[in-house]
């Protein structure tokens, strides 16, 4: 059952389209879950997931009592439309298939491929377990928003310095809200990575250019640009976030954006280059009703 459990969860947050030990907000929808599985805990990795790569779902529990046989469902809604409903044999899902799943504690990792092709939305996923009386003995629930705008992007390593004393540059994350841009729009950029040692401070600098000429340069302090979950000095998580606005007359076309931060001795935490393509602005049409003045 233990193995059960941790197996389904995965199962389910790789369906939902789900840094080292990063909590997976849950809920049980039963009683009889937590005399089961009182201390169910479980984590992923990396977070925040990344479509189009693997994902290490890693669950600690104690089995209270032994599950014999039994069944499982998983039930997923996307936006309140059932999406996934998929039934098994509780003993299909334990290594080997063998039943039965004695009680004690345990840990177990299980690693998912995540689509790429993942579709945005809200994520309501149920799981239940079944015994062969066909009795709910285990529920548990949770929701997963999974952003359109929001995507791990391709990016490169600045001069080609892969080696830094903060972060392992494979871990990075880095994200761009929106996906395409136009003139005038916000871009917001999410940079993440578990840390090999503390931040105490520093600086962060983004340029953009275009066809080899600056467009854009800011710097800023990197305790201003901490995510909302974290807060500096950064100990466990590398966690940024800044947003800058694309000149409004800007032609469309690739531009290149350049993220740097540097700690407070001037050491490179981290420098990355991404692409970022601008599209045409949208066309707004205005009505001007019989009679009214013309909008200037």
Not at 173 to 185: F, K, L, Y
Not at 260 to 266: E, M, S, Y
């Amino acid at each position: 059952m233990q193995h059960l459990v941790v197996v389904v969860v995965a199962l389910v947050v790789a369906v939902a389209g789900t840094g080292v030990g990063d909590t997976v907000p849950y809920q049980y929808c039963s009683t009889r879950s937590a005399d089961l599985v009182p201390d169910l805990q479980v984590s992923a990795k990396p977070f925040p997931p990344r479509r189009g790569h693997p994902l290490t779902v890693t669950a600690t529990g104690t089995l209270n009592v032994p599950l014999r046989d039994g069944e499982y469902d998983i039930l997923v809604h996307l936006d309140g439309a059932p999406v996934l409903t998929k039934r098994g044999h509780v003993c299909s899902l334990f290594p080997d298939g063998k039943c039965p799943a004695n009680e004690g504690p345990t840990t177990v990792s299980k690693a998912i491929d995540i689509p790429s092709y993942t579709p945005p939305g809200r994520y309501d996923v149920m799981v239940k377990l079944f015994d062969p009386q066909s009795t709910v003995v285990f529920c548990v629930k949770f929701e997963y928003h999974m952003r359109f705008l929001s995507k791990d992007i391709p990016f490169g390593i600045c001069d080609g310095k892969a080696v830094s004393p903060y972060v392992n540059t494979d871990d990075l994350d880095i994200r761009q809200e929106p996906d395409v841009p136009h003139p005038g729009s916000d871009v917001r950029f999410s940079v993440r990575a578990p840390l090999l040692k503390p931040v105490a401070g520093g600086q962060l600098a983004l340029k953009v250019t275009y066809a080899d000429m600056e467009v854009l340069h800011e710097t800023d302090d990197i305790c201003t640009l901490v995510a909302e979950d974290a807060s500096c000095p950064l100990t466990d998580h590398l966690s940024l976030s800044k947003t800058i606005t694309m000149p409004r007359y800007a032609p469309r076309g690739t531009y290149t954006a350049t993220i740097k931060a540097i700690d407070v001795d001037g050491v490179e935490v981290a420098c990355v280059v991404v692409d970022v393509r601008l599209k045409d602005a949208p066309i707004v049409l205005v009505e001007v009703s019989e009679g009214s003045a013309p909008v200037a």
